[in-house]
Every structure is written in structure tokens, then in C-alpha cells.
């Protein structure tokens, strides 16, 4: 099976999960929003369209609105930073400029590891799952999407079960210029494997230069640790 298929499944599974028994939910309650100043009502949109995709039922608590203004501009104060949890928003009006904290509740999936991981070890996706829970608990730089840590390397041994943290993964080449690589060449009917040397560095997916022991320089597309795949 596919490894990207099944990290799919696995995350569509437990989204399912998360929402077994919920027959309709609304971003927050419909008293809240009923309820809201212009300004209000506009940090809420920004919040709730600013969520990872796939997440759901969010809720946005905010502090009483004391300022009046016609025409509220809210925008993130640090977009750099998760938009869950609490979120500091600014507000322009005109030439004044104010900020807002709000709080903000969202269901999602994320990644955690099913086995344990060495240090400097490269993450594959067999070694991944998707599991669903309150994304606001969860640590900072938590990882949500198994597709960008995929072929990293970790900086430290990790647990398994727990939470993948973006800050204890890193990129690494997985092939290296001028280092021996196995090469794979799939064609119509056939797969042959061969060794070379690699032109250039490359991470996962990268296409990169080759030029096996004996004939012309190729490209590749880099699979694994000093592995190429040639097709034809």
C-alpha cells in the first residue's frame, strides 16, 4: 500500500472519530455571534478562517468590545505563529491601532509517532499515525500534516505516541554529492538495479544528477537514504 495513502486513511479515519455522534455544529454558538459588535464579529471571521484545514468546531472567546469603530481591520499580530491557542489580533481603525487577545478552540487531527525514534534517525511514513484531539493542548510547532516530516531526520530520540514537534525534526540531505548511491531504473516491463554516484544533493522527492558506474550522466528522482529511482 501506498505510504501516502495510508497516512490519508489514517487521518481521514481519525477525523471520523473526532466527530462521531455530532449531528451539526456551528463555528461558535450562534448567541455569541448573534451577540457581537461589528468589531467582534470580524476578528471572529479572521480567527476562524485563519485554522488549519480539516479542523472543525471552533470556538472564539473574546473580550467585551469597548472600542466603536466604523470600519474594523483586524489582522493577525504574529501570522508566523499558530492561529489557535491564544492569538494577540490587531485592530486598525483609521489611524488608531489597537490589540485584542482572544482564545481560540479547535478540534484537528495531528501526528504522533507509533514507535519510538533515535536520534538522527530518518522518519519514514510507517512510522507515523493521525490522531484527533483539542489542537490548542497540544504543544507549540506540533506537527499536523505527516507529508512535511516525512524523510527528515530527528534531533533528539522521540517517544512513541507522543506528539511530533516540528523543532525536533530536521532537513538533511538524503543524498549526498559525490557519495555512492543505489539506483533503480523501472521501465515497461522490467527494474534494474545499479549503483553510481551522485552529482548533487538532494532530499526527498528532489530530482537530482547521477552517473552510474559505467555510462552517461541521469537523472533521478531521490526515494531514500542514497536511493535513486531512474525511470524510463
Not at 473526532?18 to 456551528?26: D, Q
Not at 481591520?73 to 483609521?94: M, N, T
Request: glycine share 8%.
Amino acid at each position: 500500500m501506498n505510504p501516502r495513502t495510508t497516512l490519508a486513511t489514517r487521518a481521514r479515519l481519525a477525523t471520523v472519530g473526532a466527530c462521531l455522534g455530532t449531528l451539526l455544529w456551528l463555528p461558535t454558538s450562534a448567541t455569541a455571534m448573534a451577540e457581537d459588535s461589528l468589531e467582534q464579529g470580524r476578528i471572529r471571521e479572521l480567527l476562524i478562517a485563519a485554522l488549519p484545514a480539516h479542523s472543525h468546531h471552533p470556538q472564539v472567546e473574546l473580550p467585551a468590545s469597548t472600542t466603536a469603530c466604523d470600519d474594523p481591520r483586524p489582522f493577525l499580530a504574529h501570522p508566523e505563529q499558530r492561529s489557535y491557542g491564544r492569538v494577540l489580533v490587531g485592530v486598525r481603525c483609521g489611524q488608531a491601532l489597537h490589540y485584542v487577545q482572544a482564545r481560540v478552540s479547535v478540534m484537528g487531527t495531528y501526528v504522533v509517532s507509533l514507535q519510538n525514534i533515535a536520534a538522527n534517525q530518518v522518519v519514514e511514513a510507517s512510522m507515523l499515525a493521525m490522531r484527533a484531539g483539542a489542537l490548542e493542548r497540544l504543544p507549540a510547532n506540533a506537527v499536523l500534516d505527516a507529508r512535511e516530516v516525512v524523510g527528515l531526520r530527528a534531533t533528539h530520540a522521540l517517544r512513541a505516541g507522543a506528539p511530533l514537534i516540528a523543532s525536533a525534526l530536521r532537513k538533511t540531505w538524503l543524498v549526498e554529492q559525490n557519495h555512492q548511491v543505489a539506483m533503480q531504473f523501472r521501465g515497461a516491463g522490467f527494474v534494474l538495479s545499479r549503483q553510481g554516484k551522485a552529482l548533487d544533493n538532494g532530499y526527498l522527492g528532489d530530482e537530482v544528477r547521477v552517473v552510474p558506474e559505467r555510462g552517461r550522466v541521469l537523472r533521478a528522482t531521490v526515494t531514500g537514504p542514497d536511493q535513486l529511482m531512474v525511470r524510463d
